[in-house]
């Protein structure tokens, strides 16, 4: 069984980064995509970015491009996301989840439990 | 990239009713490629219909998609009190990107 386990909370001062970490079990990692969706309070689902380990390259929305970095360790079987520059806007819970489709679908059948993050001075 | 509306906004019905919930695209989905998820508070997204009409593993043959093109509809046949939550749809692929969302509600 696929599991996706993100890190806990974070509180981060405008203009600093979060670095969000999920450690998937269970399954292949390095032939499927994870991708970063995130969801402010009370508002819909927005996708960040996503990578395919094997290939280690990372594709990012074009309104995230140039403030995320998604990165993958093979090792540990763990993606990363970085958001910089962070504002208020920013604060959110942020999902890692899987392709259900081996070399990446952009459909997400494994979800992580979530990382709340919270901007703020 | 395509824009997701979904209507309605909010859809009350009661355990035992048919809910209908529409997605339209801005931009004809090329392949079908239109998922809809369900998410309840405090939860994480679950993926219900892929292919517009694919349903995902262990999920009940209450819930059933339809729709291509454009035009796209997410229904469930008789409600559960499991089933009020919000839903979305989503057009996969390279650059994914969700609808607003519906939610239902008792």
């Known amino acids: 069984q696929v599991q996706l386990v993100q890190s806990g909370a974070e509180v981060k001062k405008p203009g600093s980064s979060v670095r969000v970490s999920c450690k998937a079990s269970g399954g292949n990692f390095k032939s499927y995509g994870i991708h970063w969706v995130r969801q402010a309070p009370g508002q819909g689902l927005e996708w960040m970015g996503g990578i395919i380990p094997v290939f280690g390259t990372a594709d990012y929305a074009q309104r995230f491009q140039g403030r995320v970095t998604i990165t993958a360790d093979e090792s540990t079987s763990t993606v990363y996301m970085e958001l910089r520059s962070l504002r208020s806007e920013d604060t959110a819970v942020f999902y890692c989840a899987r392709d259900r489709v081996r070399g990446g679908s952009g459909m997400f059948d494994y979800w992580g439990q979530g990382t709340l993050v919270i901007v703020s001075s | 990239e395509s824009v997701l509306t979904q209507s309605p906004g909010t859809l009350s019905l009661s355990p035992g009713q048919r809910a209908t919930l529409s997605c339209r695209a801005s931009?004809?989905?090329?392949?079908?490629?239109l998922a809809w998820y369900q998410q309840k508070p405090g939860q994480a997204p679950r993926l219900l219909i892929y292919g517009a009409s694919s349903r995902a593993t262990g999920v009940p043959d209450r819930f059933s998609g339809s729709g291509s093109g454009t035009d796209f509809t997410l229904t469930i046949s008789r409600l559960e009190p499991e089933d009020f939550a919000v839903y979305y749809c989503q057009h996969y692929g390279n650059s994914p990107t969700f609808g607003q969302g519906t939610k239902l509600e008792i």
């Open positions: 931009q004809s989905v090329t392949y079908n490629y």
